[in-house]
C-alpha cells in the first residue's frame, strides 16, 4: 500500500496476502472451487512501518478492524455458518 496513509482501513473480496502471489493463488482457488466468500480486511502500513515497531496508528485502527469482522458476520452468515478469520503476514503483531 505504497504512498497510502499508515493506519487507514481498507477492505476487499480477495485474499490480502504480499509476496510473489502464489499462496494468495492457492487460496483463492481453493476458495472459488468450494464457493467460499473470501473477504480482507487490512490496515494500510507502508514496508518500513512492517519491518519497525508497530506504531500508533496501527495500533488505533486494530479495533476498527475488529468491529468491521463483527459487523461482516453479523450481516452476511446465520446460526451454524462456520466461519474462518485468519491473521495473515504482519498480522502476528496485533493481539486483544
Known sequence: ????????????????IGGVGTERFK?????????????????????????TPVKKEIVEAAEGVIQKIKGLIQERTKEGDLVIVAGIGNTVGIAQ
Open 1 to 16: 500500500m505504497g504512498g497510502e496513509k499508515t493506519g487507514e482501513i481498507s477492505e476487499g473480496i480477495e485474499a490480502a
Open 27 to 51: 487460496i483463492e482457488e481453493e476458495a472459488t472451487k468450494h464457493k467460499i466468500p473470501v473477504h480482507a480486511i487490512i490496515i494500510k502500513e507502508t514496508i518500513q512501518d512492517a519491518i
